[in-house]
């Protein structure tokens, strides 16, 4: 399985963009690159997925390497309720399955 | 829509005795996934069904631990005899075949005394 390398922990002052990265050197061409990120006391939630493109949604933009060997998640404005553990997940394109690794806290500061 | 409806939220056993944690996934989702989240850890993935039908459950220790998911829909992860490392956060997520976002229901925390 393919794995990937977050920093374990970050701080962003609040209003501030963030930049989350994300490598993974061992990417497959069938690997599709999510992020999750988790609230305590919660079970994971979606945030985004890109296979080769840059994607942008309601909540963060990825950038993704041209070699696709690293990503970037950007969350253009922080808030207090973005404080969680992002992850950086490898999705199998043939067989679906999430690999979650550890994680990088986000700590945001008001 | 309603989420991933996971139950009981918590629950308490001694070690060797055991339990049942049961999933009701999102209405049409076809795949099925079952996590064991140790504090302070990500979730390790234990089993995957597509339908009924097992994808991989290569993480399942399997000398204690079950799981079935009958007529494709809800499913139920046992586990028997129950370890004092069995303790942790159990998350059951699922996805339309696969092909989008899982998503994930609270999740049942054991606690193995």
């Known amino acids: 399985d393919a794995k990937t390398t977050q920093p374990n922990s970050m701080e962003s002052n609040e209003e501030e963009p963030v930049h989350l990265p994300c490598n993974h050197s061992?990417?497959?061409?069938?690997?599709?690159i999510h992020w999750y990120r988790q609230l305590p006391s919660q079970g994971p939630e979606y945030v985004i997925h890109?296979?080769?493109s840059n994607v942008n949604n309601r909540m963060a933009s990825l950038a993704i390497a041209e070699d696709r060997k690293s990503s970037t998640l950007i969350l253009h404005r922080a808030t207090l309720r973005d404080a969680a553990v992002y992850y950086c997940?490898?999705?199998?394109?043939?067989?679906?399955?999430?690999?979650f690794g550890t994680g990088t806290r986000l700590k945001v500061l008001a | 829509e309603a989420g991933v409806a996971q139950s009981p939220r918590y629950k308490i056993i001694e070690k060797r005795q055991s339990v049942a944690f049961w999933c009701n996934p999102i209405?049409?989702?076809?795949?099925l996934y079952w996590y064991q989240q140790i504090l302070g850890q990500g979730p390790k993935l234990l089993i995957q069904?597509?339908?009924?039908?097992?994808?991989?459950d290569s993480q399942l220790p399997k000398d204690r631990f079950s799981a079935e998911r009958l007529k494709g829909v809800d499913s139920t992860l046992k586990i028997q005899p129950a370890k004092l490392e069995d303790s942790a956060v159990y998350l059951c997520?699922?996805?339309?075949?696969?092909?989008?976002?899982?998503?994930f229901g609270q999740g049942t925390r054991l606690t193995v005394v």
């Open positions: 209405s049409g989702h076809a795949t």
């Open positions: 997520a699922s996805s339309f075949a696969g092909k989008t976002e899982a998503f």
């Open positions: 069904f597509q339908n009924n039908g097992v994808v991989d």
């Open positions: 997940i490898l999705r199998d394109g043939r067989t679906y399955k999430y690999i």
């Open positions: 890109g296979l080769t």
């Open positions: 061992t990417i497959s061409g069938t690997d599709y």
